[in-house]
Structures are given as C-alpha cells and as structure tokens.
C-alpha cells in the first residue's frame, strides 16, 4: 500500500524567507511523487512532479523538490518565499499497479509581510 | 479556455434531494476521476473512468453514480443526498492511464446540505 505524510498542517513563512513543506511516503514499488498548490476557491494545479528521471526536479514557481529514496522523502523548497506563495500544498503519490493517487492532508503556506 | 470545467459551482440543497454535477474536459485525455474534499482538506478519490470504461471504484455509496457518455464528460448524480455529502467535489482528467500523468483539476463545485 502507498501512503504520504505531510508533516505540519500549517507553515508560516516572512516574505523573503525560505520555504520548505515536508513530504514523507512509503510505497513497495518505485513511486511517481508530485506536489500540487492549490489557491483559495480553485482546483489543485501541479507544481512538479518526480518520475525517477532526476532527483532533484525543478517546478514552476520557482519552486523545487529533492527525492531522497533512503529517507523516502520529498520535501518541497522555495528560496524566498512571495506572498503569492500563500496556498494550500499537498503531495501525492501513485504507482503500484493500482492507478490511482494518494493524497497528503496538506499543508497550509502563509507569507507574513 | 477552461480546461476542465465543473458545473456548477455551487450547490446547496437540502437532506433527501436528488443533484447532478457536471464535468467536462477539452484536453483530450482519456482518463477522468471525481475527488471529494471535505472540510478538512482531505482529497478522496471517489471514481476514476478511461475511456468511458469505469476503473476505479472507491467505497462510495451507491447514491452516488457516474456516467461518462463520452471520453471528454463525467458526470456525478447523487441520491438522497445527507449531512454528510457536503463537500466540494472535484473533477479531474489526465493523459492515459500511466500513473505518472499528472492530473489536471477543475476548480470545484461547493456541495451544502442543509
């Protein structure tokens, strides 16, 4: 079975500061990892997504993610945050033979001016 | 252009009615899913469709019933609708089935019970 922990619900940031939102999961296959950013009253958009190819990958935003396999992390960083950054993130995994994703409880982003 | 766009937007109605949310996609992806986000945050998947054809199936309640009469539409009825179906659903597309296509999600319908 795959799984993902988001570790805090809630991150508070200054402007200007770095971000980090903290990813762990657990799967028995290779997995597919992606973050998605989703703003007040909207869809969830994708930020970036690991498909094994590199382990650091590079998303928009000026946002970007480390896979680290033997901490089985996948934590998100921004080196200065915008209070355009103020959102809801959740990480997801998939793969496994059963195609579908599995969803953190997310992580709440506030920029303080 | 929306690419995946949910209609409506909002829905509130009282315990005991019947409702229906439509969805549409103009990416030309095969795959369609219905997610539920409850109050919390939590995303749930509810359904997932490829190509029309149903493939996944959470444990839903069987009020609830897709219908995908083309690859680009998927539509979800709900019966006897209560309390605790409130939440915003969420429609969702991707290229295929290979679990490493992204999702592309559209911006949801707030469902209330009263």
């Known amino acids: 079975a795959q799984s993902v922990t988001q570790l805090g619900s809630h991150v508070s940031v200054s402007e200007g500061a770095l971000v980090l939102l903290r990813c762990n999961y657990s799967?028995?296959?290779?997995?597919?990892l992606f973050w998605y950013v989703q703003y007040p009253n909207q869809g969830l958009q994708l930020l970036l997504k690991?498909?094994?190819?590199?382990?650091l990958v590079k998303g928009i935003n000026g946002f970007e993610a480390e896979f680290k396999k033997s901490e089985t992390s996948f934590h998100l960083t921004k080196p200065s945050a915008h209070m355009s950054d103020a959102a809801e993130y959740f990480c997801?995994?998939?793969?496994?033979?059963?195609?579908?994703?599995?969803f953190g409880t997310g992580t709440r982003l506030k920029v303080l001016a | 252009d929306t690419a995946v766009s949910q209609t409506p937007k909002y829905l509130v109605t009282q315990m005991g009615n019947d409702k229906s949310i439509k969805c549409e996609q103009n990416?030309?992806?095969?795959?369609m899913y219905w997610y539920k986000q409850d109050s919390k945050k939590f995303l749930k998947i509810m359904f997932s469709y490829n190509n029309k054809e149903l493939i996944i199936n959470e444990t839903v309640p069987n009020r609830f019933s897709p219908k995908s009469p083309d690859k680009a539409h998927l539509n979800l009825h709900i019966n006897s609708l209560e309390l605790g179906d409130s939440a915003v659903y969420f429609c969702a597309s991707s290229q295929g089935e290979s679990p490493n296509s992204p999702l592309h999600f559209g911006n949801g319908t707030r469902l209330t019970v009263t």
């Open positions: 799967s028995s296959v290779p997995p597919y």
């Open positions: 690991y498909t094994s190819a590199a382990t």
């Open positions: 997801a995994v998939s793969g496994g033979g059963t195609y579908k994703y599995i």
């Open positions: 990416l030309g992806h095969d795959t």
